[in-house]
């Protein structure tokens, strides 16, 4: 397969920029205008370049689904407690995850280019992320001996911007023995010609205040997993377009005063994306192929810091700390 | 009912919102690939200098083989000189001639005893490669005419670049001639990464590639190729 994808005017089945368009779209904010412009993007590179263009995303993904899961550690032993709303998060990137730049070694640069057939030599793959400068193209440069024996156009960024952000509904109920169970939910829809989309994730905490009624703060601990996926329509022996799940266990401590509660944490989380598609090049039937990568998200821990204020409704805001920063604010409605 | 308790709570979370909004300003750790260029080998690096030797071939001798009735000048002494459609080399040199020497004025090309040769802006001159691809180079030189000889000693450098990559090279009493486009003697030091290789030249269409002082590679001046030197 030409892994750099570099022919223009060839029709290709870009059902993974309209995947990540789906994922981009799961916001209440959608900063680029058209969820069409990222697809014609993608349609122009392939896997070895929209891996590190996208990563970014997957990342940044994975920390919003991990963040806001808890707006307090006090859960009541005895009575209901239940809450439904939203929770808007978002990630602040680094600078230099708007750029980025790969180097791989090629063994026969004629895979690429028929006219360097049997040389070997490196090709960088550099240019604006997805989320860097939109009117600036990234390059593919070939180098044999030191020189540059080929030169290619990658894509420009699809949104400029350092804050990646994502919003999700949820729904709790708890208040027995210290138990409160939590659920975020899309219900099943189907996105144009992508195929059922499904966002789920479910979570369950204990606390053990009623066992500590001494303890100068409010305790608790609990899970939470999250799912999206894209149904893969092609009927080509592939379920899922996109498949990606987000995993946390965390450790709160909270302690509240009439309308207001200060909190915070330690989590422990993981979040990966696998991305899987039947790639169809119409101009060179030899380059079809099935085309799959996952990356796993970087964040592996993370320390929150937040605030609830509790008047009619339930308003936090939060800060959450690893390789990634994050900060949500969550609006919830309940007792 | 407001206690001096609930304003102490109502100040610290006012403190702590601030200071989450403060924190706010921390970015996140860069998690996207931004891989280094390749290091270069030594055989790369030869390649490189062997294409600037060739392109110095046919760059340096304009300083002698320049004809300044066929072209025109806006300021005295200053000629830009654009490289004929077809040739190796691409693009414009700008030539200065001065008579007094360094520090003398400018003068016709007939009488100058002194000249500079450079290129304006980063592209400098390019030359497309038969085998594809190319590379660039920019020239700051200065040269010491000698008329009746109609030869010139450079000194001074430039850049070659290719794609990412930029390998500087300078001079040292470079002989460029009017009977012949192979420099006649000098040197061009070419650093190319961690490599430091330099070209030796004695005015036939080869050069030598010395690496710590010792002969390694064989160029070939008139289309760049490079041959490392086998003992034995």
């Given amino acids: 397969m ?17 995947a990540l368009t789906l ?11 058209a969820a069409d412009s990222l697809q014609q993007l993608l349609e122009q590179v392939g896997t070895e370049y929209a891996e ?24 009541p032993w005895q009575g209901l407690t239940f809450g439904v709303g939203i929770k808007f998060m978002g990630t602040y990137l680094n600078e230099e995850d708007q750029t980025f730049r790969k180097v791989v070694r090629i063994d026969d640069l004629g895979a690429i280019d028929p006219a360097l057939n049997g040389q070997s030599g490196t090709a960088v793959l550099s240019g604006p992320t997805i989320f860097g400068d939109t009117d600036t193209d990234g390059t593919i440069d070939l180098y044999a001996n030191g020189i540059l024996v080929g030169s290619f156009d990658g894509i420009p960024g699809f949104w400029n911007t350092r804050w990646v952000p994502l919003a999700t509904p949820e729904f709790s109920v708890g208040g027995i023995v210290g138990l409160k169970a939590t659920i975020r939910y899309f219900p099943p829809y189907e996105y144009g010609d992508l195929g059922k989309t499904k966002y789920m994730g479910y979570g369950l905490q204990w606390s053990p205040n009623g066992l500590l009624n001494e303890f100068p703060v409010d305790l608790m601990i609990g899970f939470f997993n999250q799912s999206l996926d894209v149904e893969n329509t092609q009927g080509l022996g592939q379920d899922k377009l996109i498949d990606s799940s987000a995993n946390s266990v ?38 079809t192929q099935n085309v799959s990568f996952q990356v796993d998200g970087r964040q592996e821990k993370r320390f929150t810091l937040g605030v609830t204020l509790d008047i009619l409704l339930k308003l936090n805001l939060e800060a959450g700390f690893g390789d990634l920063s994050t900060y949500s604010a969550g609006l919830m409605f309940g007792f | ?35 280094s260029l390749p290091a270069l080998t030594e055989g790369e690096a030869a390649q490189q200098a062997a294409l600037a030797a060739m392109a110095v071939s046919r760059v340096g001798p304009q300083i002698v083989l320049f004809d300044g009735t066929k072209l025109s000048s806006k300021v005295l002494g200053v000629y830009p000189y654009t490289f004929p459609p077809g040739s190796d080399v691409q693009g414009t040199v700008t030539l200065e001639f001065f008579d007094g020497g360094p520090g003398g004025i400018h003068s016709t090309w007939e009488e100058a005893d002194y000249a500079l040769l450079y290129t304006s802006g980063e592209e400098g001159v390019t030359v497309d490669l038969e085998s594809g691809g190319g590379f660039g180079l920019t020239f700051d030189v200065t040269a010491l005419l000698d008329r009746p000889a109609d030869t010139a000693t450079i000194s001074g450098g430039g ?14 009493d470079l002989v460029v001639t009017a009977v012949s486009s192979y420099p006649s003697g000098g040197s061009m030091t070419f650093t190319a990464g961690v490599h430091e290789l330099l070209v030796g030249f004695d005015g036939d269409s080869t050069a030598v590639i010395m690496v710590d002082d010792v002969d390694t590679y064989i160029i070939d001046l008139d289309d760049g190729s490079v041959t490392e030197i086998t003992s034995g």
């Fill in chain 1, 250 to 287: 965390f450790l709160a401590a909270s302690k509240s005063w009439p309308a207001l509660t200060l909190y915070g944490g330690f989590a422990i989380e993981s979040s990966d994306m696998k991305v899987s598609y039947f790639y169809e090049d119409v101009d060179f039937p030899d380059l």
């Fill in chain 2, 159 to 172: 850049v070659f670049t290719t794609g990412e990559i930029d390998s500087p090279f300078g001079f040292t």
């Fill in chain 2, 1 to 35: 009912m407001i206690t001096k308790r609930n304003r102490a709570t109502g100040a610290v979370a006012l403190l702590l919102m601030l200071t989450v909004l403060v924190v706010g300003g921390c970015e996140s750790d860069s998690v996207v690939p931004n891989d």
């Fill in chain 1, 52 to 75: 590190p263009y996208s990563e970014v995303f997957i990342h940044a993904f994975g920390a919003n689904q991990n963040s806001n899961l808890y707006s307090t550690a006090h859960i």
């Fill in chain 1, 23 to 33: 994922c981009l779209c799961c916001t209440t904010w959608t900063g680029p205008a």
């Fill in chain 1, 2 to 18: 030409s892994l750099f994808d570099r022919a223009p005017g060839s029709r290709r089945r870009a059902v993974v920029a309209g």
